[in-house]
């Protein structure tokens, strides 16, 4: 599977995201996985990968394999592209390094879940009401079946696991902390992590305030 390791970007599954590439091998990436199945892996790259980005720097053994979706050429001679996370995989062992990484992976299975169960349902209510709160909060995206090709909403017309993962994907959190969130296998306990994090954040503003007026 051909391997694009980025630094600070983390792909979940049932997630849109948006891509710049910029770097010829990476471009050549993008054209060959437009030639087979539009399949490429997405992976996190590992502290100190600046002293070996032109060679072949380690990365994480988690990351998401993903879609390409759409794909533009931009006039400076660059994909801009649009990709869907699938599924997680763990990256076993390096099968290519030049021109650009490739590995063979396998799939982690999620902990299935049903979105009629009770603790489900209640943890999604949480989880939407605590993402609301959000100061300027964008609309989720996730790919649909409909004729427009996305949903952008709150998550009412997502599946759970679209939903968690929507806002795992879109939360401005440190790639460690994002990375950290995939690795669980319970998408309930994934709903639980996020929405604590999110509550951190939310009550950050208000210690400041607080301090000042002491």
Avoid at 5 to 13: A, G, N, T
Avoid at 96 to 111: K, L
């Amino acid at each position: 599977m051909p391997v694009f390791p980025l630094p600070d970007f983390v792909l979940f599954p049932r997630a849109l995201a948006p891509l710049h590439v910029l770097e010829l091998r990476y471009l050549t990436l993008v054209r060959d996985a437009l030639r087979a199945d539009r399949l490429i892996a997405l992976a996190l790259l590992k502290p100190g990968w600046e002293r070996d980005y032109r060679g072949s720097p380690a990365f994480y053994p988690i990351g998401c394999l993903a879609r390409v979706e759409r794909v533009t050429w931009q006039l400076d001679d660059c994909y801009s592209l649009w990709v869907t996370g699938l599924t997680r995989v763990r990256f076993e062992r390096l099968t290519r390094e030049f021109p650009y990484p490739a590995a063979s992976v396998a799939v982690i299975p999620q902990e299935p879940l049903s979105d009629d169960d009770p603790l489900v349902q209640l943890e999604r209510q949480a989880l939407d009401e605590t993402y609301a709160r959000i100061p300027g909060a964008e609309a989720l995206k996730s790919p649909t079946d409909r004729s427009d090709g996305w949903v952008l909403d709150r998550g009412a017309s997502l599946s759970f696991e679209a939903f968690v993962n929507a806002v795992c994907a879109q939360l401005a959190l440190d790639p460690a902390e994002k990375l950290e969130l995939l690795e669980l296998d319970s998408i309930l306990e994934r709903a639980r992590r996020v929405r604590e994090r999110i509550e951190l954040k939310l009550r950050r503003p208000m210690r400041r305030e607080g301090g000042e007026r002491n």
